[in-house]
């Protein structure tokens, strides 16, 4: 921001200059250590954990978190922040729930999708084509997304119960005694965000929006278009983190994913995409995701309350982005 | 827009210029009030006993949250963003609430001014670390949020402690007239001492130099990164005050953030203040959390789901802020 003074860097090509840029061109690997390092401080302070099963129930509780920090990935790179992916997610649960009954597994997975479709391109004609600020606009959207399944709720008089059996499969069962179903759903997800971004077009513009908006409408790129799909994909995978959140817990309330909101932040940062636009990728952000969870349950283990681990928590999330600062010299 | 005030009337011609333009900075305002009044008048429609009590149940209401909404409005303003209110105003309710349950009123004042002084230190410290790592203000104040309500839990891990007896009768009863809630003015005083000789001072236009251009502000000599904590600082002051206006409220401490930072987001938006920092005050945010406030206070009357007032307000923060940006783009076409 204020970087007066850090114009005068010369380039200067030592050995300490070539990890740094090591690290800031591929964030993964220094994260990859890090998420090492925690899992070895885990293992080795509760030595007869079960590793397949520990690593299973990490993975089961760090998917969602990682699907809704896709969300904050793809919507961060170009320059944006998606707000209203907790609501979402909390809508999408609650509806599936409360359809299953009267309409059936198919009506009750599709229709929650439709409407965090139509969430999703609202916020993209807001931010898109009225120039709302994103954080504002997403912001208003979940707190309507919120008021209206909470009216829904009433409506329906349903509190928290009726989790699809199907969904509860995916969202807490294992295959072979140790894969999490879960990651059925995950991979292929995850793979369709790493190579969109990294190979189609679309993928290309996220980054060239975020980077240069200017640069990016004069060389023929419809920003309102792209914002607008962008969107409502930001929302569908909000949608299914729901799906995934609600059978892990085997809960569907229309506050279930609210506590995830923050975290899903912080680990598309953690992974290394800056909130200004242009710079990061999903990689880093799964890795972010699995950091912030094996953290947890690291703390979790070594018998903090509740209120050390929020605080160390939040110094973690300060460190990691005070670190790539420092790499990258950008803010 | 322009061309309204121009031809020149008889009588006192600067007068009558001096009053449009007055108009024409104030528009946004004069709109929010012409909006809160005709609120008013709705409310006093539909529930047609509307009257003192209801003025008050609003004060006491909207006390917290326009104390709120002020911390946000000057971090903004200068260019930042902070999502650590709602937790520092949990911080600060707990540890007053915590310190206040066997202390006297002597020591109930002196932990109040303590309070107080702790919402600068936890403030500052936000600003100072914005400024020492150079991370973004959202990812920073994000984060803080997270170690601030731990710091509330480690205080207390559920709700309890007590507040003084003068520090609740704070929160009820009126001044000269029954129209008059005392919280309400408590809290505007309190807003107008720190505030006006803030804007009128050296450090005040410096909030705004900030937020409107950092290198024009830094080229001219105004400290960045000092006046940067400032305004963290100042609003971890504003969300200690918010502290204590819950505390007076409830009579406890809750360890819980309420819902109190992105409804300050909103009001301030809604406010006029600019995201984009150096534009703005802290009459627009007030007036707006007053909307805000009566519109729930509405819908219960009306009969309405409660859970459909938080979808007006988002709709309504949607709407405003969507025609907010239209008008400029089209003055910017024009």
Redesign the interface.
Known sequence: MSSAPAAVNEPRTSAAQTVMRTFRDRPVVPLLVLLGILALAFIGLNPRTNITEWVASTLRAAIPLAILAGCQTIVMLTGGIDLSVAATASMSAFVAASLLEQQGLAVAIIVPLVIAVIIGVINGIGSGVFRVHPLIMTLGMGLVVFGASNAWQLLTVKTSSGVPPEIRQIGSATVLGFVPVSLVVFVPLALIIVIGLRRTGYGRLLYAIGDNPIAARLSGARSWQVLVVLYAISAVLAAIAGYLISGFTNVASVTLADSYLLPSVAAAVIGGTSIFGGRGGYTGTIVGALILTVATSLLFSLGFPEAVRQILFGLLIVLVAAGYARVTGET | MTAAAQPVTSGSPDAMEAAGRAVRRNTWILGLLVFLVALLVFTKLIQPNYGPTGIQGLAVSAAALVLAAVAQAIVVISGG?DLSIGAMIAFTNVVAAAAMLKADDQTGVAIAIGVLLLGLLIGAVNGA?IVV????D???T??????W??????VL?VPGGQADTWLTSLASGSVLTEWLPKPAVLVLLVIAIIWIPLRRSRLGLSLYAIGSN??AA??SGVS??RTKIISYALAGLFSALAGLAVTANTGIGTPLPGGYT?TS??AV?LGGVS?AGGRGGVVGPIIAVMILSLIRTDMTFLNL?S?????????I??VV??FG??AA?RRRRA
């Open positions: 963003i670390l790592t150079r991370v973004a959202i990812i920073v994000l984060a803080m949020s997270f170690v309500a731990g710091c509330a839990l480690l891990s950092q290198l830094f080229r960045v990164g992105l987001v909103a938006v995201l789901n859970n459909l007032a938080t979808v007006t307000q988002g709709v923060l949607i802020v969507m940006s239209l783009l």
